[in-house]
Every structure is written in C-alpha cells, then in structure tokens.
C-alpha cells in the first residue's frame, strides 16, 4: 500500500513538501507583492479582492498562485517577485464603467 502511494505522490507530482520547507517568497511577501502591484500599475485605489492564503497554491518552485475565496485565478507571484496577473485595464473599465 505504501508503494502504491509513493508511486501516486511521484506520478502526480503532488506537492507533499511541508509549508516550512518549501523555498521561495512566505505568503505575505507574496499576497503583498501582488496587491502593489495591482495599486502601482493599474492605479487601483480602495477595496480590492485579495487572494486568500488557504486557496492559494504554492507550487514546488517556490511560485505562488493567487486564489480568490471562491477559487478565481488572480495571479502568479515568482521567486524574484515577477507578478503576472489575471486582472487588465479593460477588466478594470468593464467593472467600474457600468
């Protein structure tokens, strides 16, 4: 049975690293990149959807996906701080211009 499991965890490349030792940027450091970037680059200001820690997956990297609560894809934050987000100007207009 152990095997089998073993066997599952390498096949699947599920990430059974506990969260203290996985490498790359802690959650905050990366919730938080994002949020400034989305205020520095788009010129948000105000309330903003902010990822929530226990949707978010961190992947064997170290790179962080951003999950809304309800598990919509906000973005990536790398190892080197690389924000790459799901969220453009024309979202932007679509929401607020209504």
């Known amino acids: 049975m152990l095997t089998k499991l073993i066997n599952l965890f390498k096949k699947e490349k599920i990430n059974h690293t506990p969260k203290e030792e996985r490498k790359g940027l802690p959650y905050a450091m990366a919730e938080y990149k994002y949020v ?7 010129g948000l200001v105000g309330e903003i959807e902010y990822p929530n820690e226990q949707a978010s997956k961190q992947h064997r ?7 809304s609560i309800t598990g919509v894809r906000l973005g990536t934050v790398s190892n080197n701080g690389t924000v790459r987000t799901t969220w453009s100007e024309r979202t932007y207009q679509n929401i607020y211009d209504t």
Do not use: E
Not at 36 to 42: A, E, M, Q, S, Y
Not at 61 to 67: E, P, V
């Open 36 to 42: 400034c970037h989305l205020r520095d680059h788009f």
């Open 61 to 67: 990297d170290g790179t962080w996906l951003l999950l």
